[in-house]
């Protein structure tokens, strides 16, 4: 089984600034497309973003649309989610999702389409 492990999160005031890293180890993320998400308790985990196994196509969600940015390098193995302007409805539990499908911008913001999880990192943004 894949195993990849978040990074970068904490707590930020509204506004504040935060960038999530996804490392694998034991393979290579070149592979696979990424995939980035969003939980917090009581509800259903939501899509945020994915990049496709080059790097050249992303997706977002409308609600963080011109405030991520979604990245990857491929000599680091780690995929990355700058967040910037952050709001207190960003807080939740991130994870990383990885699949060998190909990037598909109707599917990648959908949980089904990803096969391995990270553990997940808690983001808390304060108003």
């Known amino acids: 089984q894949a195993h990849m492990v978040e990074s970068g999160g904490g707590s930020v005031q509204l506004g504040g600034s935060l960038r999530l890293s996804c490392e694998a180890s034991?393979?290579?993320?070149?592979?696979?497309?990424i995939g980035w998400f969003r939980q917090v308790p009581g509800k259903e985990r939501e899509g945020v973003s994915s990049?496709?196994?080059?790097?050249?196509?992303?997706i977002y969600a409308d609600s963080v649309k011109g405030r991520f940015t979604i990245s990857r390098d491929h000599a680091k193995n780690t995929v990355y989610l700058q967040m910037n302007s952050l709001k207190p409805e960003d807080t939740g539990t991130y994870y990383c999702?990885?699949?060998?499908?190909?990037?598909?911008?109707?599917?990648?913001?959908?949980?089904?389409?990803?096969?391995?999880w990270g553990q997940g990192i808690q983001v808390t943004v304060s108003s």
């Open positions: 034991g393979f290579s993320l070149d592979y696979y497309t």
């Open positions: 999702a990885i699949t060998t499908r190909s990037y598909d911008p109707d599917n990648g913001l959908f949980e089904r389409w990803y096969d391995d």
């Open positions: 990049i496709s196994k080059s790097g050249r196509s992303t």
